[in-house]
């Protein structure tokens, strides 16, 4: 199994980045695949996630109605669209999977496989 992530860099705030997830080594369509972030001093957060199987998706409140994520089951690969990004946003950005055909979750500890990740920095 291995899980690449790649997009991240230095935007400034209202800016927009599109992270990306490619997947390979298992069966893509049942798993779940989530994008946490961590920042320093701060607890890894579960910012989205998605069920391959049925696309529903879970949003961390504070980034609703400014972060998207989708996939492309013919590339294997989950984006996480970005926009009007905030200084808070600023983390190293995860992501990670697990089999499921329920809703995914955004708990770090439900997840089996991750990534290495990709620092996303906002500037003010």
């Known amino acids: 199994v291995q899980l690449q992530a790649s997009g991240g860099g230095l935007v400034q705030a209202g800016g927009s980045l599109r992270l990306s997830c490619a997947a390979s080594g298992f069966a893509f369509d049942e798993y779940a695949i989530g994008w946490f972030r961590q920042a320093p001093g701060k607890e890894r957060e579960g910012v989205s996630c998605i069920s391959i199987w049925d696309d529903s998706t879970s949003n961390l409140d504070s980034v609703k109605g400014r972060f998207t994520i989708s996939t492309d089951n013919t590339k294997n690969t989950v984006y996480l669209q970005m926009n009007s990004l905030k200084p808070e946003d600023t983390a190293v950005y995860y992501c990670?999977?697990?089999?499921?055909?329920?809703?995914?979750?955004?708990?770090?500890?439900?997840?089996?496989?991750w990534g290495q990740g990709t620092q996303v920095t906002v500037s003010s």
């Open positions: 990670a999977a697990y089999p499921t055909y329920y809703y995914c979750s955004r708990r770090a500890q439900d997840y089996d496989f």
